[in-house]
Each structure stands twice: as C-alpha cells, then as structure tokens.
C-alpha cells in the first residue's frame, strides 16, 4: 500500500530535550517536505527536500534540522525543543511532476513539549 | 499577502443539502495546481480534488466538486448532500509551477474552514 509513516504519532517530552520525528514513504517520490499546523494558521512548511542531500527551509524553520540520507526517509530533528514548537506536524511527499502533483500525507504526530 | 485565503472560518450545512467552501487565491505564475484537503477530528489530511490552471473544465470527484473561476482567482469547493461524516476541516491549497521541486512549488494552504452538518 502506498503510504508516508510516521512515528510517533503523539509525543510530550521536555523543553530541551533533543527528540526526532521520523518519516518515510514508499511510493520513490523526489519530494518530502514537513510542516506543522497551528489553530487559525492552517499548515506552514518548515522544511522541504528536492531529493537525496538536498533540503532546504521552508516558511518557519527556526529550531528545526532536517535529512535526506535516503530517498525514503526525511526525519525531522528538534535539538532543543521549546514549548512554542508544541504543535500537529505533517510530513507529506510527492513525485516530481509539475504544479498539479498530489501532495500524500503522513497521519501526523502530535507533539507537546512542557 | 496572502497567498490563499479562506473567508469562511466555520459553516453550518443541514444534511443533504449543498454547501459552497470558498476559496480566492493569488499568483503571477501561469501554470499552477489548486487543491482540497480534508481534516477530520482525527487528523488525518485527506485528499479531496485537484484543478490545474489549464484546465478547462471543473474538476469533480463524486460529491465534490471545483468550482473554476480564473479571472477571480477563485477556486471554490461544492459539496453536493452533505453528510454527517462530512463535518471537517478543510483546507485549500496551492502549488505553483514556476519552478517545481524549488521554494515555488511547495503547497501553500489557506487557514481552513470548518464544516459542520447538521442532522
């Protein structure tokens, strides 16, 4: 079944320390990117990824690291994480293919820090 | 600016009756992809219906439907007979084609709108 996992799907943890989301998909896609939604923000991407060794920031990457070691995997790293990075992230790939390319969804993980 | 925007932060829809979603957007580019996604309380982001800018005719997808307007750079979603299981969040996005792969072609959404059915 083509699909992105990622784990967890919750964490709380404390502020500072480091923690990583990971995520991967199945379906040889070229394009992973991460985002976290926020109520009355909608989703706002933190990082993307073009294809292996290649990432970039998005809208909102302060405080966040990223990787594309392999075609499949983007995991999200937070070094010290900080209550305001409490927050419903996503990872989502797709193939490359010009602007109308549907984007898959992870199921999110749901992360507090306290 | 804002590059999408959703006026509409909540809507009531009774049952099998129709509901419109609104959806403006901005962009310079020509080639671009507008989609829907659906957010359930369990949070999971579900594909709904996509159109691209060439695209003449309005995309549909059983229940759902885009409603095309380019010159108002509108893209609004119909939902015919509603359902109770329609009752979500829901969000419209954009990708631009000016140089896919690149800062320009990643989904940007707008804030949402959440729809609630009444029985």
């Known amino acids: 079944e083509a699909q992105v996992t990622q784990n967890p799907r919750y964490l709380i943890t404390v502020t500072g320390k480091k923690l990583t989301v990971t995520c991967s998909q199945n379906?040889?896609?070229?394009?992973m990117s991460w985002y976290r939604q926020d109520p009355g923000l909608g989703l706002r991407q933190i990082y993307y990824s073009m294809n292996v060794e290649v990432t970039d920031k998005g809208d909102v990457p302060e405080g966040y690291k990223v990787s594309r070691k392999e075609k499949r995997n983007f995991p999200l790293i937070l070094e010290s994480p900080s209550p305001n990075q409490t927050s419903l992230y996503f990872c989502a790939s797709s193939p490359r293919g010009g602007p109308v390319t549907e984007a898959f969804f992870g199921q999110g993980t749901r992360l507090t820090v306290v | 600016a804002q590059k999408i925007t959703q006026t509409q932060p909540g809507m009531f829809v009774q049952e099998k009756e129709a509901v419109t979603l609104d959806c403006t957007y901005d962009t310079s580019d020509q080639s671009y992809g507008l989609f829907w996604y659906k957010q359930p309380s369990s949070g999971e982001m579900i594909f709904l219906i996509y159109?691209?800018?060439?695209?003449?005719q309005n995309a549909t997808e059983g229940r759902y439907s885009l409603n095309f307007q380019k010159a108002r750079k509108s893209a609004n979603l119909v939902i015919s007979a509603s359902q109770l299981g329609d009752s979500a969040m829901y969000f419209c996005a954009m990708r631009e084609g000016r140089s896919y792969g690149g800062s320009q072609g990643n989904l940007i959404f707008g804030k949402g709108t959440k729809l609630s059915v009444k029985p």
């Open positions: 379906m040889n896609h070229e394009y």
């Open positions: 159109q691209g800018s060439y695209d003449e």
